[in-house]
Each structure stands twice: as structure tokens, then as C-alpha cells.
């Protein structure tokens, strides 16, 4: 699925609901003890956020707008792990976005003299790995079962059930587990 780039403007009213938000976090959100996801799942449903069952959003995760985020059944948001969610950001189930990893909606159209800001989506599908410190960038689909490798950087969409890793990501090869023939490609 390829994304395009939309000019975004923000309204007063998200500008608002994201101090509000801010505030949240600071107070309710961030301090809380790392077992407590039930509780940061009541926090980020109240602002919109659109979560399976046994989501696991760690209390060091940064969400910039919760109403933009959706997350499946089983997924997890990682320690320090920072959603600049000006679209809409979909983990699939049973997928992780592991500890300092940066998914990123929002840039600047820098072929125009004035650098509009632009967001696109971010769907991360079922069972995927987005392991310790990448970088996902706006319009990015990344296949179900698909492992991105640490410190990679991802600027196109990656196919489903392969493992890419490098800056930029590359494909490393297919991902076939043993002992699932259910869910292998």
C-alpha cells in the first residue's frame, strides 16, 4: 500500500487536546509502574487511542496524539519507544516496537521554499519485530511478520515475512518459522 504525502495544518483544538494530553502523561502516564498497562491502556483510550486486548504500552512510550494511534490485540510499545503520530499509527497483533524505536508521521515538503509540514500513516502489521532503535518514516507499510533489525532505518515498506536491516533497510532475507507451518507464507 503506498501513502501519500498530505499538507497538515494543526487546528487549535488538537494543539489543545495535545497540551491536555501532555499533561496526562506527565502526571498519570510516565510515573506509573511498568506492570501497570491497564491502567496506561484506560489513559490512551480516554484520548482516542484505538486498543486491543492486552496491549502493553510502556509508561516511558511518548505518544504525541493518542486518537491517532491503534494497536491489536497482544501488541506492545516498548520502553522510551516515541509515536510522532500525526497521522494515524497501526501496530497489528502480537506485533512489538521495541525500546527506542521512533515512528515518525510527520516531515516537511522541502521542495517547496516554505517546508509545509506533510504527515503520511505508519501500518505495522500482525507478528512483526521492529527491534531496538528504528526509525520508521511517514507513509511506511511494514508486511505481516516482518522483522526490522536494530538501528535500522525504514523510508520505503517492507514485504511481508522477510527480515531488512541497515540504513537504509535492505532486504537480509525470507523469515520462515519452525514449527508454524500456520502461519508461514
Not at 35 to 57: E, N, Q, S, T, Y
Not at 80 to 109: F, K, N, P, W
Request: hydrophobic content about 40%; overall charge positive.
Amino acid at each position: 500500500m503506498v501513502h501519500r504525502f498530505r499538507p497538515t495544518t494543526l487546528s487549535t483544538s488538537n494543539k489543545v487536546a495535545r497540551a491536555l494530553w501532555s499533561v496526562v502523561w506527565a502526571l498519570l502516564y510516565r510515573p506509573t509502574p511498568r506492570p501497570m498497562h491497564a491502567w496506561r491502556r484506560m489513559l490512551l483510550r480516554l484520548f482516542g487511542a484505538k486498543l486491543g486486548r492486552g496491549v502493553h504500552p510502556y509508561p516511558s512510550a511518548r505518544i504525541w496524539a493518542p486518537w491517532n494511534l491503534e494497536m491489536g490485540d497482544h501488541s506492545c510499545l516498548g520502553p522510551h519507544v516515541d509515536c510522532y503520530c500525526m497521522e494515524t499509527i497501526t501496530i497489528g497483533a502480537y506485533s512489538t516496537v521495541s525500546q527506542y524505536s521512533y515512528l515518525c508521521t510527520g516531515s516537511h515538503d522541502y521542495l517547496n521554499i516554505e517546508m509545509p509540514l506533510v504527515a503520511a500513516p505508519i501500518t505495522i502489521g500482525e507478528r512483526v519485530w521492529i527491534t531496538a532503535d528504528v526509525f520508521v518514516g511517514p507513509g511506511v507499510t511494514v508486511g505481516d511478520g516482518a522483522v526490522v533489525l536494530a538501528r535500522s532505518t525504514v523510508c520505503k515498506s517492507v514485504d511481508p515475512w522477510v527480515v531488512v536491516g541497515g540504513s537504509p533497510a535492505k532486504f537480509i532475507k525470507a523469515r520462515v518459522l519452525e514449527n508454524h507451518a500456520d502461519v508461514n507464507p
